[in-house]
Nanobody, 115 residues
Framework: QVQLVESGGGLVQAGGSLRLSCAAS????????WGWYRQVPGKQRELVAT???????NYADSVKGRFTISRDSAKNTVYLQMNSLKPEDSAVYYC?????????WGQGTQVTVSS
């Protein structure tokens, strides 16, 4: 069973940076795509960035040029480097692992950006 644990969230001022980490365990060899999603109360969870096992990345338009997703296979960890943060980036950020059509989620980490 895949387990994902996020860390690195917190409170930061607008313009600042944070790096989120997602530590994975259990059957991760089967994951073909990793991702970060975010959700604010009353809204649907939205895609932030994804990275395939081949290294192909994809970003939401709202974060392009500011966020970078990366993966350290040796550490079984996926990162989301977030720069030039804006108040509208405030959300709970979730790590995602996709195995064929099954999604696995972490518990989420809160990111709050103050203006």
């Amino acid at each position: 069973q895949v387990q994902l644990v996020e860390s690195g969230g917190g409170l930061v001022q607008a313009g600042g940076s944070l790096r989120l980490s997602c530590a994975a365990s259990g059957g991760i060899f089967a994951i073909n795509r990793w991702g970060w999603y975010r959700q604010v109360p009353g809204k649907q969870r939205e895609l932030v960035a994804t990275i395939t096992t081949g290294g192909t990345t994809n970003y939401a338009d709202s974060v392009k040029g500011r966020f970078t997703i990366s993966r350290d296979s040796a550490k079984n960890t996926v990162y989301l480097q977030m720069n030039s943060l804006k108040p509208e980036d405030s959300a709970v950020y979730y790590c995602n692992g996709l195995i064929i059509s099954s999604n696995y989620w972490g518990q989420g980490t809160q990111v709050t950006v103050s203006s």
